[in-house]
């Protein structure tokens, strides 16, 4: 079933939305469960001197750096409006008093619109992907992406008859099931699933909830992508379950699969795999730390109905990389895709080493004219420095190598150009030449 179906027509007959007219006419939002006072109180944060910068960029993020003053005794989660230092209004948000990131701008300027900017802006992100002609032929579909639509904090992910929620912010938690019944209200999803995100639960200073929002959810989820068809685990699996940013990629490697012998390192469920192996490939390595993991790949592959000769190894993805290259295996086709290794900006060196480490020994691991996909998805990994660490590898490896395309994230899965840090996944298609022939 393609999305058009999925994901229902909230603006027939209706100028709003049925979440919105409920807090106009302060009805309740989720049964007898009335929106906290506390989140209705207006609270002003006031910057400090000549730190209002970023703000008036429309940044979404104030600083505790920048705050000179938080008065009054406001919770985290708290509509809060922000100020200069000479008093304008900036922007109005959610207030996080634990996190070093103090505010997460919902809006800029001096005009309030009110916690009713929470459903429009709901709504709005569900329009967009709606009948979008790069988000076609898919039932997994990430549906809101935190700032890029304009929701610091929260994230929503399709996959098939499953709405995977996190609320990832203080301002998004005490919020939670007011967003759950409006999602429930606008698609057509009949379950609805939230989960947690340990890191995010201690730097916000909130409870790592998790469990079922509306529905019977159970067991495994099932999407379809193009043709391609995967079992997603969405309560225990990693992220939301399935690496729905990683979609426009595996179509790249099903293009490219035909007659070549693949290597999908820390090949997690097998998304990659089955792409290779429903494009043709001649055979099929997947290389993952987790047996679970590879279980599911297995089942997703026999799914596909992949017939090729497959092999599945439980290993460390860095330590298998370095003994097939050792032994003198040969690819044709590589996908790498860790992942983070660079959580903060202190992470970064270690990280770039074991990238590098990782492209050398695929470098080694490359048949003449192979192909290899390698990502980085850490923020703190900017392009520039990826394609540093490419290019040092490739000189120590003494290999030729184009880079042919640079790869990123699908339509569903945008940043904002007023916030870069969203830019987190980045990506190359490499050629590589004849053993020994590097440029002169």
Same mark, same amino acid.
């Given at each position: 079933m393609g999305r058009e179906g999925k994901l229902g027509n909230p603006r027939e007959a209706l100028s709003i939305s049925g979440c919105e007219a409920r807090i106009l006419a302060g009805l309740p939002l989720v049964g007898t469960v009335r929106m906290n006072e506390l989140l209705r109180i207006m609270t002003d944060i006031i910057l400090s001197a000549r730190r209002e910068r970023s703000v008036l960029r429309q940044h979404p993020w104030v600083l505790s750096g920048a705050v000179a003053q938080e008065p009054g005794a406001s919770e985290s989660g708290a509509w809060v409006r922000v100020l200069s230092s000479a008093g304008g209004v900036l922007g109005h948000g959610h207030y996080s008093a634990r996190s070093s990131i103090r505010v997460r701008l919902l809006a800029f300027g001096k005009e309030d619109p009110g916690e009713a900017l929470l459903e429009r802006r709901i709504e709005a992100a569900l329009a967009r992907r709606r009948d979008h002609p790069l988000l076609t032929e898919t039932t997994g579909l990430r549906l809101v992406n935190a700032e890029s639509d304009g929701l610091p904090g929260l994230v929503v992910d399709r *996959? $098939? =008859? !499953?709405? !995977?929620? +996190? #609320?990832?912010?203080? /301002? *998004?938690?005490?919020?939670?099931?007011?967003?759950?019944?409006?999602?429930?209200?606008?698609?057509?999803?009949?379950?609805g699933y939230r989960r947690r995100d340990d890191t995010s639960a201690r730097r916000e200073g909130i409870s790592p909830d998790e469990g079922v929002l509306w529905g019977n959810p159970s067991g495994l989820a099932a999407i379809e992508e193009r043709g391609r068809r995967y079992a997603v685990d969405f309560m225990q699996g990693q992220k939301t379950g399935f690496y729905l940013d990683q979609r426009d990629a595996r179509d790249l490697v099903q293009g490219l699969s035909r007659g070549r012998r693949t290597l999908d390192v820390f090949s997690?469920? /097998? @998304? #990659?795999? !089955?792409?290779? $192996?429903?494009g043709g490939a001649r055979a099929l390595v997947l290389v993952d730390s987790s047996q679970a993991a590879l279980e599911t790949a297995s089942s997703n592959l026999a799914l596909n109905q992949v017939e090729c000769p497959i092999e599945?190894?439980?290993s460390d993805a860095f330590e298998a990389l370095r003994t097939a290259a050792e032994a003198g295996e040969k690819y044709d086709l590589i996908v790498l895709d860790p992942?983070?290794?660079?959580?903060?900006?202190?992470? !970064?060196?270690?990280?770039?080493? &074991?990238? +590098? =480490? *990782?492209?050398?020994?695929?470098?080694?691991?490359?048949?003449?004219? &192979? #192909?290899?996909? &390698?990502?980085?998805?850490?923020?703190?990994? =900017?392009?520039?420095? #990826?394609?540093?660490?490419?290019? $040092?590898?490739?000189? =120590?490896?003494?290999?030729?190598?184009?880079?042919?395309?640079?790869? @990123?994230?699908?339509?569903?899965?945008?940043?904002?150009?007023?916030?870069?840090?969203?830019?987190?996944?980045? $990506?190359?298609?490499?050629?590589?030449?004849?053993?020994g022939q590097a440029p002169g």
């Open positions: *996959m $098939g =008859d !499953v709405l !995977v929620v +996190k #609320f990832l912010t203080a /301002g *998004m938690h005490a919020r939670a099931e007011r967003i759950a019944r409006c999602l429930e209200e606008l698609t057509d999803a009949p379950h997690y469920t /097998g @998304g #990659f795999a !089955v792409a290779a $192996g429903r599945v190894r439980h992942p983070p290794l660079a959580r903060s900006r202190r992470a !970064v060196q270690a990280a770039s080493r &074991a990238y +590098k =480490d *990782m492209l050398l020994h695929a470098l080694r691991c490359a048949s003449p004219s &192979a #192909f290899i996909l &390698a990502f980085s998805c850490s923020h703190h990994i =900017d392009p520039d420095l #990826f394609q540093k660490i490419v290019f $040092g590898a490739a000189l =120590d490896a003494h290999r030729g190598v184009r880079w042919l395309r640079t790869l @990123g994230a699908p339509a569903d899965h945008p940043f904002s150009i007023y916030h870069p840090e969203g830019r987190y996944l980045n $990506g190359c298609l490499l050629e590589v030449e004849s053993a």
